[in-house]
């Protein structure tokens, strides 16, 4: 009998309830978006990554997860370290932040292609002047580039010399001395990628280059990409719980506005119910179940919203907004939807069973 009088409640005020349904739907989506951004990034990072092909990254001592690295390595140490033994390959990587999330690398061009196999052009070639840039594929649709066409970068402009398959390091590729000369670090680099010539040999190769440059962060790259993690990424933790409370809060608002209008609507046909015998605790449930099903609805639409983000982010921003589908998150947002629309229609819901049938009846 509950859920006739529920599914009769939410078909009879379709308006009400599509718009209740949308607004729950709008913090899900929200949640979903913002923890599919913050895995997207990781994922695009660790990929990036292993796209060098390289088995050992170094850092300098003053680096640190998840935050973009100080070109501040002397460049020569990349030498020194191709003389330790089982190192088959070294070079160093300056980087230069263009906006965001989103850095310009600068490359050895002749030692990273050995790295990493070299790049797959769609478009052009490679640098062949101080004014070329190459960009992947993902670049270039966000800033609508191609081979041959100029690109603002830094207050100058820039050749675009090629269209590069994505997943290798970064997304803009400059030569080294050119990205030293942007920051004023000549002779210095970012990091450093080494390739060893057995991954068995990687964990002896480490102890030798921690012996050769105490204080230096060196990690295995598989080591490193399971420390890039959300809860490493400064500050990305508390954002995210900021905006789950704020979901919370939309939520409840959406779910007691509704139901408050909805009792407000519905006030003889409490009291009918109350005068056929109906309890306090048959109206709170009636009214609960009500808010639950529109926290079911605003989930499952939110969901969908999540989808659509997605893909306008996929062909508006691809290269700096990187989102991921994380269906783990469902559960957890539907759940956080529909207990804070509850929660919300509690206190209508005991307003409602507190009326007084003889009122209620009378009322116009």
């Not at 209740?20 to 899900?28: E, N, T």
């Not at 598989?222 to 939309?250: C, H």
Request: charged share 15%; net charge neutral.
């Amino acid at each position: 009998m509950i859920a006739t009088l529920v599914s009769t409640n939410l078909r009879q005020r379709p308006v009400r309830t599509a718009l209740s349904i949308l607004l729950i739907a709008v913090p899900v989506a929200l949640m979903l978006t913002l923890v599919g951004l913050s895995h997207g990034f990781v994922n695009d990072s660790a990929r990036r990554m292993r796209g060098v092909g390289a088995d050992i990254i170094v850092r300098s001592p003053d680096s640190s997860i998840g935050t973009l690295t100080l070109n501040s390595i002397p460049q020569k140490v990349a030498d020194r370290l191709e003389q330790v033994a089982h190192v088959t390959l070294a070079t160093g990587v300056a980087s230069h932040l263009v906006s965001g999330w989103t850095t310009a690398c600068g490359i050895d061009v002749e030692k990273f292609e050995r790295m990493s196999g070299g790049f797959v052009f769609r478009e052009g070639h490679s640098f062949q002047n101080p004014d070329d840039v190459l960009l992947d594929t993902y670049y270039a649709q966000q800033v609508h580039a191609g081979a041959g066409s100029k690109l603002k970068l830094f207050n100058r402009e820039w050749n675009v010399a090629g269209i590069v398959e994505p997943g290798k390091l970064a997304h803009i590729f400059m030569p080294l001395a050119v990205v030293q000369e942007l920051d004023g670090t000549f002779g210095k680099v970012g990091q450093i990628y080494v390739a060893v010539d057995d991954p068995a040999n990687t964990a002896a190769v480490i102890d030798s280059i921690k012996a050769l440059l105490p204080g230096y962060h060196v990690y295995a790259l598989d080591e490193l990409v399971s420390l890039t993690s959300v809860d490493n990424v400064p500050f990305l933790r508390p954002f995210l719980n900021v905006v789950i409370g704020v979901a919370v809060l939309i939520g409840a608002a959406v779910a007691s506005l509704s139901m408050y209008m909805a009792i407000q609507q519905r006030t003889r046909e409490i009291g009918i119910l109350k005068s056929l015998g109906a309890s306090k605790l048959l109206v709170l449930k009636i009214i609960l179940l009500e808010a639950l099903f529109l926290g079911l609805g605003g989930s499952i639409l939110g969901i969908g919203f999540s989808f659509l983000g997605r893909w306008l982010l996929a062909v508006l921003v691809p290269a700096s907004l990187p989102q991921a589908i994380v269906p783990e998150w469902w559960p957890i947002a539907g759940a956080i939807a529909m207990a804070a629309a509850v929660l919300g229609a509690l206190y209508p819901g005991m307003l409602a069973a507190r009326q007084d049938p003889i009122e209620a009846l009378a009322y116009e």
